[in-house]
Nanobody, 114 residues
Framework: VQLQASGGGLVQAGGSLSPSCAAS????????MGWYRQAPGKQRELVAT???????NYADSVKGRFTISRDNAKNTVFLQMNSLKLEDTAVYYC?????????WGQGTLVTVSS
């Protein structure tokens, strides 16, 4: 399984970005896709996850600002990030979890400037 993320970048505080991540390879019909992030000097943390059925879970820090969605036919997960804050600056990693194993993408850098 391979995960290819794109759509990070530099944005001013209050702005928006919408990274996406496409999965390829031998995928199970049921899986959980999501995003984690790691800021400089900090541990990796959950951002949001979404099941094949569309059930979502968000970190408290992004609730109301970020929206996760997916296209099951394309095995792609999206993260709409609005009202970005300086503290959202991090490398964002997409993930895919099946009953057999978990997989990580290479990460995409999101930088929020003042």
């Amino acid at each position: 399984v391979q995960l290819q993320a794109s759509g990070g970048g530099l944005v001013q505080a209050g702005g928006s970005l919408s990274p996406s991540c496409a999965a390829s390879g031998r995928l199970f019909n049921t899986n959980i896709m999501g995003w984690y992030r790691q800021a400089p000097g900090k541990q990796r943390e959950l951002v949001a996850t979404i099941t094949t059925g569309g059930n979502t879970n968000y970190a408290d820090s992004v609730k109301g600002r970020f929206t996760i969605s997916r296209d099951n036919a394309k095995n792609t997960v999206f993260l709409q990030m609005n009202s970005l804050k300086l503290e959202d600056t991090a490398v964002y990693y997409c993930t895919l979890q099946t009953t057999a194993a978990g997989y990580w993408g290479q990460g995409t850098l999101v930088t929020v400037s003042s």
